[in-house]
């Protein structure tokens, strides 16, 4: 196991309402990356985040938004959630360094009715 | 732009043999690093092996090597002896973007998914 914790597991919402997703990073680890995974993909980079501020963004819209708090942990954010959210996302963490490998939690699945 | 290509779709393989998953890349930067990550039914992504562009030598972990051809853009996983709980999806990823000041990102292939059979 990674010690990347993510909450919750399943979470089944309608459009058009807001959600949170919550990540523990890795004991030590400063960088939160958040990715997205439709089904039958591979995971697509949303944002990521180091030492409490977000360090780069992929192609998405402004409503997903996130947070990084000083233990590490990170938000998820999404607003007016669209049927094409639904999605696993992803959360990894990082300490920065030659690999950087990122490693990730076990994901939300997110379905939006 | 960054790429990622895996081609194969799916793959099977028999028990106790090798296999070997292809992924090739498009990069311009001359620094990169390549992973390559495993993700049974249950969604987790596991990492399994890592390349830097750098490194001299194929990086290996345990029964996971890595075939790295540089000139090719090629990066193949290959998993010898073969078990059950090798079946899953394999996605091979690129980081983009420096590796100091934290920020980077991974690119993800569309990943081949492993059918080990008894």
Redesign the interface.
Known sequence: E?GVTQSPTHLIKTRGQQVTLRCSSQSGH??V?W?QQALG?????IF?Y??EEE??R?NFPPRFSGLQFPNYSSELNVNALELDDSA?Y?C?S?L????????????T?LTVL | AQK?TQTQPGMFVQEKEAVTLDCTYDTSDPSY?L?W?KQPS??????LI?Q?SYDQQNATEGRYSLNFQKARKSANLVISASQLGDSAMY?C?M?E?R?????????????TRLAVHP
Do not use: C
Not at chain 2, 99 to 110: C, D, H, M, P, Q
């Open positions: 990674t400063n960088t990356s990715y993909q591979g995971p697509q980079f990521q180091y030492r360090n780069g992929g696993l992803l990894a990082s920065g360094g030659v690999t950087d490998t990122q490693y990730f939690g076990p994901g699945r | 990622i690093g992973f990550y249950s969604g987790e992504m596991i990492f890592y830097g996605f990823a980081r973007g590796v100091s000041g934290g920020y980077n990102k991974l690119i993800f292939g569309a990943g």
